[in-house]
T-cell receptor, first 113, second 112 residues
Framework: AQSVSQHNHHVILSEAASLELGCNYSYGGTVNLFWYVQYPGQHLQLLLKYFSGDPLVKGIKGFEAEFIKSKFSFNLRKPSVQWSDTAEYFCAASEAGRRALTFGSGTRLQVQP | DTAVSQTPKYLVTQMGNDKSIKCEQNLGHDTMYWYKQDSKKFLKIMFSYNNKELIINETVPNRFSPKSPDKAHLNLHINSLELGDSAVYFC???????????FGPGTRLTVL
C-alpha cells in the first residue's frame, strides 16, 4: 500500500530563515504529488502540485518543491520564511488513476518573529 | 463564494447518538470525499463518490454511512457515536483524475 512519510514533525525557525520540509512516498509507479497547508483553525489549501514535466514546481506564496524520482522524494522549500507561514504542512500523494490522496503525518512549522 | 461548504462547523454530542454532517460543492466537480483528521492532525481518506457512486470505502466502521443525493452533495451519517469518533471531518471535491482536491472548512465533532 502506498504511504507518505514526513520526517520533520515540528520545525521552529526565525523569520527570514530558509525552509526545507522532507517528504518521501513509497509507491513505485506513477504518482501525483501535492503539498497542502493548513493555517491555524482553517481548512487545507493547496500550495503546489506535481503531475509530470519539470520536476521543480513553483507554488503560491514563494514555495517550491522538487520531485526526485530516484529518491522517491518531494521536498518543500522556501528561501525566506515569514511569521505568517506558521501552519501545518501536509505532503500527499495519489497513484495515477486513483482519486484518493494519501497524506503524510504533517509538519508543524512555527516561525518566530 | 464558498467552493466547498460543510455544516455544521462544530458538533458536540453524547455517546450513542446519531448525527449527520453535510457537504456541498459548487465547483461542478464529479468526485467528492470524506477525510478524518485525528487529534494528531493525521488525515485519512474515508470515502469517495464519483458521480454519486461509491468508489472508495476504506476500513471505516459501518456505523458511518455516506450518502450522495447528487453530484454536488455528499453527506456523512454516523450511528451510535463513540468517543473515538471525535475528530475533524473534512469534505473535499475534485474533477476527473486530475486529483487536485479542494477542501471544505471541516466539522469538529466532539463526542462526550
Amino acid at each position: 500500500a502506498q504511504s507518505v512519510s514526513q520526517h520533520n514533525h515540528h520545525v521552529i525557525l526565525s523569520e527570514a530563515a530558509s525552509l526545507e520540509l522532507g517528504c518521501n512516498y513509497s509507491y513505485g509507479g506513477t504518482v501525483n504529488l501535492f503539498w497542502y497547508v493548513q493555517y491555524p483553525g482553517q481548512h487545507l489549501q493547496l500550495l503546489l502540485k506535481y503531475f509530470s514535466g519539470d520536476p521543480l514546481v513553483k507554488g503560491i506564496k514563494g514555495f517550491e518543491a522538487e520531485f526526485i524520482k530516484s529518491k522517491f522524494s518531494f521536498n518543500l522549500r522556501k528561501p525566506s520564511v515569514q511569521w505568517s507561514d506558521t501552519a501545518e504542512y501536509f505532503c500527499a500523494a495519489s497513484e495515477a488513476g486513483r482519486r484518493a490522496l494519501t497524506f503524510g503525518s504533517g509538519t508543524r512549522l512555527q516561525v518566530q518573529p | 463564494d464558498t467552493a466547498v461548504s460543510q455544516t455544521p462547523k462544530y458538533l458536540v454530542t453524547q455517546m450513542g447518538n446519531d448525527k449527520s454532517i453535510k457537504c456541498e460543492q459548487n465547483l461542478g466537480h464529479d468526485t467528492m470525499y470524506w477525510y478524518k483528521q485525528d487529534s494528531k492532525k493525521f488525515l485519512k481518506i474515508m470515502f469517495s463518490y464519483n458521480n454519486k457512486e461509491l468508489i472508495i470505502n476504506e476500513t471505516v466502521p459501518n456505523r458511518f454511512s455516506p450518502k450522495s443525493p447528487d453530484k454536488a452533495h455528499l453527506n456523512l451519517h454516523i450511528n451510535s457515536l463513540e468517543l473515538g469518533d471525535s475528530a475533524v471531518y473534512f469534505c473535499a471535491s475534485s474533477q476527473g483524475l486530475a486529483n487536485e482536491q479542494f477542501f471544505g472548512p471541516g466539522t469538529r465533532l466532539t463526542v462526550l
